[in-house]
């Protein structure tokens, strides 16, 4: 679990009810798109702490309610009340992929914003997903699918932004 102090999820505004919720308000970037998280980091002092999440409800708008493991009181997480949340580094908003072959026709881009290619085929190998990427000049790219490596997909422009280890291009 890394952190990723470039990803504000919100800022924790009050404690919900006695069983230890916290209310976060989302950054408007969020509104509407919760990332799926087994944990995040909060800024206690300027320094970031883990905490593992039990449990989340999203009621809409800009409000997300938080439970984190071991904490069940509302004495316990008075605490927390004005700290900044930050996403940890292997969540991604939305980038769960459910259904990888759904992914055929994306355009492929890099965290860079180069375009690598067209998704031809998803290629699933024991243990490990493939995309296959058709460069502009016709040659297929092999890249590893992987939720670590994806930074965006947007469903609905078909476009899945991913941040391709270094010589990967190279050795295909």
């Not at 916290?22 to 980091?41: A, D, H, N, Q």
């Not at 949340?85 to 890099?110: D, K, Q």
């Not at 180069?114 to 490990?128: A, S, Y």
């Amino acid at each position: 679990m890394a952190y990723n102090s470039d990803i504000l999820l919100g800022r924790i505004t009050k404690v919900s009810g006695y069983e230890g919720a916290v209310t976060v308000k989302l950054e408007r970037f969020f509104s509407g798109e919760i990332p799926y998280m087994e944990s995040v980091f909060l800024e206690i002092e300027g320094r970031p702490v883990p905490f593992f999440i039990a449990d989340s409800e999203y009621s809409g708008a800009d409000i997300l309610k938080l439970i984190f493991e071991g904490y069940n009181s509302s004495d316990k997480v008075i605490e927390f009340v004005g700290c900044r949340v930050f996403l940890t580094a292997s969540s991604n908003a939305g980038n769960r992929i459910e259904e990888p072959g759904n992914l055929t026709g994306y355009t492929v881009l890099t965290s860079g914003k180069i375009i690598l290619g067209t998704v031809e085929e998803v290629i699933q190998n024991p243990g490990q997903w493939l995309l296959s990427v058709i460069s502009s000049s016709k040659k297929a790219i092999l890249i590893p699918l992987h939720e670590d490596l994806i930074v965006k997909i947007d469903n609905r422009k078909k476009i899945l932004i991913m941040e391709i280890p270094e010589g990967l291009t190279e050795i295909n």
